[in-house]
């Protein structure tokens, strides 16, 4: 039970607190736009000293200068836009038995061709012995909700890799997307062969969208990077060699120049620069994990979708080609039109994966009787029972 | 002539039963007699009490044939409307497989998932088909509802609600004019509705009527035996009555 009277100040403070940083907000914004302005009258040089410098984060690096915007181009053709989306319902110890299970979701939809829209999901249950554990790294890990995940990310790009042949066939242009960020940074810490698998996974299905010629892009709605913004840090530190670790502010206690624009985000720095669909140039990310997707590298760019700026992710190969980054730019603008500032197609796909509360009480409720039926015990944690649901 | 299938069971009662249609935006008219089948192994077994011969037997205010007195007191009916009462086993009207009769009294469209509110688009309708492909495959859905007005019993009509209800996601499928003829021989069906809470009476009373009207081929008698018939069970109620017989009236 929460005894909200107890914190009402510091909700009132966080409130305070909030309406100062905007104003901090906006005085960094105006530092940003005039590094973005130095940067453009040299941008080769800009990105060379930023490739050089040795942060302590991620940074964004660019091949043309990036106060540029491009405009939305026309598509009047018949396409199509595939989603792929994913849900789980986590293994959960305190249930009737442990399991855990992923449901994915292709939706198809077609634009200008009276092909009929295909939606498919697909639920997969987990509950055997090598599902549960895994052996990796020349150790066993019981599963647990990354890992759940991970298991999904590959779920869905088995599930892309399967829609690819029939969006292949229809004939017309198409554009596959994903929901999320594609750089699975997070994998970095998981052991070689546990990465190359799942990496691996990943690989496969986007050689299979480059083999039938259908750009793959990842929409990150609200996006938190700020890859380019540390760029601008890295142009406005004023350490003759740049090294985080060697900072001499650190040492000195002094404020670091490159705080000047510290609490920005890449989505607040375009969405003062770009037009409603317009996008910026296309960035390369340091991501170490990068390294590992061979021809696939991500690479991002933000387009202005309407009522948000989206942060756009593409694999190499797409980027390198004008007339599929064009098409997902369309695509990625086109579909947030349609759905009202978010890409119809993932909304749609996202409804069809989603797995509500009712329906992992209605799957306990099927496992419970199956476990009846079959004469198994049945096991559940006092703590589960004592919630009464 | 084949029955069309108009829609599938969702939900059901003795009284009524709820369906989804089968094509969006186009569920069977107000006022339509439609029918469910009743499959073999659940067929509505011959009440022993309720015989089709034992109500008119059994019913001290009902005539052996009721519809006699109608023609009488009409001069004579039609071609169409003689046929059916009076060769009830011509090939047009071979006896009926067990079924529940509804007629639709009410139908909507709306999100398959009440979570998810609906907005204006402001688009034309080729516009919204071309832009939101997605929406008629799968977001919307029709539903009407039937209220029931009796079902078969060895063959032949019973103005009685059925002993169950009709089976959940059986087929709705139109009535044929021959059965709204074979319906309609006998007026009871329009106590029930009369009687009914669930929708605006007056209402479906009229479009039925008009409904019936027109499997009769436009026989004005049958519209006066329909009349007669609620001026019987509106009596107390003459400006309910009258709301009817405006709407109904072909003039």
Redesign the interface.
């Known amino acids: 039970m929460l005894d909200l009277s107890k914190i009402l100040s510091d909700i009132d403070g966080f409130g305070r607190e909030r309406a100062q940083s905007a104003e901090f907000l906006r005085d960094e914004l105006s530092t940003a736009n005039g590094v973005i302005s130095e940067i453009a009258e040299d941008p080769a040089s800009a990105c060379r000293r930023i490739s050089d410098a040795k942060t302590s984060w991620l940074t964004a690096t660019f091949e043309e200068n990036p106060s540029f915007a491009v405009p939305a181009p026309k598509l009047d053709s018949a396409h199509a836009v595939v989603a792929i989306d994913g849900s789980q319902i986590f293994a959960d110890k305190h249930e009737v038995a442990l399991c855990y299970l992923i449901n994915t979701s292709a939706v198809t939809l077609f634009y200008g061709c009276g092909e009929r829209p295909i939606a498919l999901t697909r639920p997969m249950l987990f509950y055997k012995n090598e599902d549960l554990v895994q052996s990796y790294g020349g150790k066993e890990t019981r599963v647990d909700q990354k890992m759940v995940g991970f298991r999904r990310m590959v779920a869905e790009f088995n599930e892309l890799e399967r829609a690819l042949p029939t969006l292949e066939k229809k004939g017309v242009p198409a554009v596959a997307l994903m929901d999320g960020s594609m750089i699975y940074w997070a994998l970095q810490g998981e052991p070689e062969d546990y990465r190359k698998w799942a990496l691996g996974e990943v690989t496969r299905a986007l050689d299979t969208a480059r083999g039938f010629g259908i750009p793959v892009a990842a929409y990150i709605s609200d996006p938190g990077a700020r890859d380019f913004v540390n760029s601008l840090r890295v142009m406005l530190c004023d350490q003759q060699i740049i090294d985080c670790d060697k900072c001499t502010h650190k040492k000195e206690d002094t404020k670091p120049p490159c705080e000047k624009v510290g609490r920005l985000k890449d989505s607040s720095v375009f969405g003062s620069k770009l037009d409603n669909g317009c996008r910026t140039v296309v960035f390369s990310s340091k991501s170490k994990i990068l390294d590992e997707y061979g021809d696939h590298r991500v690479q991002s760019f933000y387009l202005n979708a309407g009522k948000e700026i989206a942060r756009i992710e593409i694999p190499a190969w797409v980027s390198a080609d004008r007339s599929m980054l064009d098409m997902v730019h369309f695509v990625c603008y086109d579909q947030a039109q349609k759905g009202r500032g978010y890409p119809v197609v993932l909304a749609e796909a996202h409804e069809h994966a989603v797995v509500r509360g009712s329906e992992r009480a209605f799957f306990y409720e099927t496992v419970q009787r199956a476990f009846i039926k079959h004469g198994a015990k049945i096991t559940m944690s006092m703590k589960r029972l004592s919630k009464g649901y | 002539m084949e029955n069309e299938i108009v829609g599938e069971v969702i939900e059901a009662s003795t009284i009524e039963f709820r369906a989804e249609s089968r094509e969006l935006h186009s569920p069977p008219a107000f006022g339509c007699f439609v029918r469910v089948s009743v499959g073999a192994q659940s067929s509505v077994p011959s009440s022993p009490v309720a015989s089709p011969q034992s109500v008119v037997d059994d019913d001290p205010f009902e005539s052996s044939d009721s519809f006699g007195t109608f023609r009488q007191a009409s001069g004579g009916f039609g071609r169409a409307y003689r046929e059916i009462i009076e060769g009830e086993s011509s090939p047009d009207c071979p006896g009926l497989d067990p079924a529940i009769f509804g007629i639709v009294c009410g139908a909507s469209t709306g999100p398959v ?1 009440s979570s ?1 509110k609906l ?1 204006a688009f402001w688009k034309d309708e080729d516009q919204m088909q ?5 929406i008629s ?2 977001l919307l859905v029709t539903h009407f509802n039937a209220m029931i007005i009796g079902h078969t019993c060895n063959g032949a009509v019973q103005h009685l609600l059925p002993p169950q209800p009709p089976k959940l996601f059986s087929q709705v499928r139109a009535c044929t004019d021959d059965e709204i003829r074979l319906i309609t021989r006998k007026m009871d069906f329009l106590r029930t509705i009369v009687n009914s809470h669930q929708a605006p009476a007056e209402e479906v009373i009229a479009a039925c009527i008009l409904r019936a009207y027109e499997a009769y081929d436009g026989d004005f008698n049958f519209l006066v035996a329909a009349g007669k018939e609620l001026a019987s069970l509106m009596k107390d109620d003459y400006d309910r009555l009258q709301a009817i017989i405006r709407r109904v009236s072909p003039w």
Request: hydrophobic share 10%; charged share 70%; proline share 10%.
């Open positions: 998932d998810r907005r071309e832009d939101h492909p997605e495959e799968w």
